[in-house]
Nanobody, 114 residues
């Protein structure tokens, strides 16, 4: 079965950096488009970015130029490199796979202090 396990969240000061990881199993990772979402308190879950199998990631405007998504197909892992963090980036971050249905990890909390 599909499993997605995020790690790497934590507390960081504004302007700092964090790297999130998502270890995947149960499907052919190299063929999959992987997504990162986030959900801030009181807000809807939103897409942060996506990386297709061709390794050409796309991002929402709010994180463009600050966040980078990479993947390591040998490790079945997708990463979210976050830089120049802002308090408004505070959220639970989720790894996502959509294949006939949505699959989610358990999420990892990122808190950016001002």
């Amino acid at each position: 079965q599909v499993q997605l396990v995020e790690s790497g969240g934590g507390l960081v000061q504004a302007g700092g950096s964090l790297k999130l990881s998502c270890a995947a199993s149960g499907f052919v990772f190299s063929d999959a488009t992987m997504n990162w979402f986030r959900q801030a308190p009181g807000k809807e879950r939103e897409l942060v970015g996506t990386i297709p199998p061709d390794n050409r990631p796309l991002y929402i405007d709010a994180v463009q130029g600050r966040f980078t998504i990479t993947r390591d197909n040998a490790k079945n892992t997708v990463y979210l490199h976050m830089g120049s963090l802002k308090p408004e980036d505070t959220a639970v971050y989720y790894c996502n796979l959509f294949y006939r249905t949505n699959y989610w990890g358990q999420g990892t909390q990122v808190t950016v202090s001002s």
